[in-house]
């Protein structure tokens, strides 16, 4: 929660060397990285956290959003370990993706599966929250919450045409600002 009391939700500026700028209940606390994983794509990764959603149905390949086509993976750093309760994903519609949390960077687990069936658009960019009084709320998406420092979002199936637009995390009470507001990349 946020010191009003509102959650806390992570949205990201880009910035310059692969660095996003992470920003907590209105204010810049800290840097956060987003890195790639293994594979090719097209679009900077920092799309996936710059807190632009793509419009509900636009094509896959638009300029918000990061497309691949192999078994690329990609990892957010959130600077410190926090309890995630909520994610909001825009995605290819036709495809399955696989977001994956972890306190450590090597050990991850399941957080949650956003299968290619679920979501109210029939072709392009789904965006879908599991937050139950979201407009945009998909309760396949629902999870227990979870501490991590990194999430990971990877495709798992589909037409080999992978596309995310947007990944945004809200989290519990007790994850405040960290002291020192910097992460060593």
Do not use: K
């Amino acid at each position: 929660m946020s010191p009003s009391g509102e959650p806390s939700v992570l949205w990201c500026a880009p910035r310059v060397g692969g660095l996003v700028s992470v920003v907590w209940a209105g204010e810049e606390v800290r840097r956060a990285s987003l890195s790639q994983g293994t594979g090719a794509s097209v679009g900077s990764a920092s799309l996936l956290v710059d807190g632009i959603l793509p419009d509900e149905e636009a094509a896959w390949d638009s300029s918000v959003n990061v497309w691949w086509s192999d078994s690329s993976a990609f990892v957010i750093d959130l600077g410190a370990v926090r309890v995630v309760e909520h994610l909001m994903g825009c995605v290819d519609n036709n495809d399955t993706y696989l977001i994956e949390a972890s306190e450590d960077g090597e050990s991850f687990v399941e957080l949650v599966t956003i299968p290619a069936d679920v979501g109210e658009i029939e072709g392009g960019m789904d965006c879908m929250s599991s937050r139950e009084d979201h407009p945009e709320c998909e309760p396949a998406l629902a999870f227990e919450p979870v501490r991590a420092r990194y999430v990971r979002i990877r495709a798992i199936e589909g037409d080999e045409a992978y596309t995310v637009g947007e990944l945004q995390l809200e989290f519990g009470p007790g994850n405040g600002p960290p002291v020192d507001g910097e992460v060593s990349p």
